[in-house]
């Protein structure tokens, strides 16, 4: 099993700033991915970032520029700096992680129970 402890949410104004936390633990070999979604009010979870083991990155496109995902492999802890945020922005946001159990040659996801942002305006 895996516990993801997520932190870092709250309140901010356009333009404002916030980092997101998000630390794994419990019983594995490695995280092959972390990552974030969300989901605001009345709309479907949504892909936000991602990064890779070797540390690629992905964003989706509305935050490109002003999102930046990292990770710290030794802490197995992933980081959102969100800047510049939009009343768009306001949601819950979710870790997600990837990891592969000891002597397995699978993959399991595991999420974490949310941590919510608000940007107004």
């Known amino acids: 099993q895996v516990q993801l402890a997520e932190s870092g949410g709250g309140f901010v104004q356009t333009g404002g700033s916030l980092r997101l936390s998000c630390a794994a633990s419990g019983d594995f070999a490695h995280i092959e991915i972390m990552g974030w979604y969300r989901q605001a009010p009345g709309k479907q979870r949504e892909f936000v970032a991602r990064i890779t083991r070797l540390e690629s990155t992905y964003y989706r496109d509305s935050v490109k520029g002003r999102f930046t995902i990292s990770r710290d492999n030794a802490k197995n802890t992933v980081y959102l700096q969100m800047n510049s945020l939009k009343v768009e922005d306001t949601a819950t946001y979710y870790c997600?992680?990837?990891?592969?159990?000891?002597?397995?040659?699978?993959?399991?996801?595991?999420w974490g129970e949310g941590t919510p942002v608000t940007v107004s305006s």
């Open positions: 997600n992680v990837r990891v592969v159990p000891r002597e397995a040659i699978y993959e399991v996801d595991y």
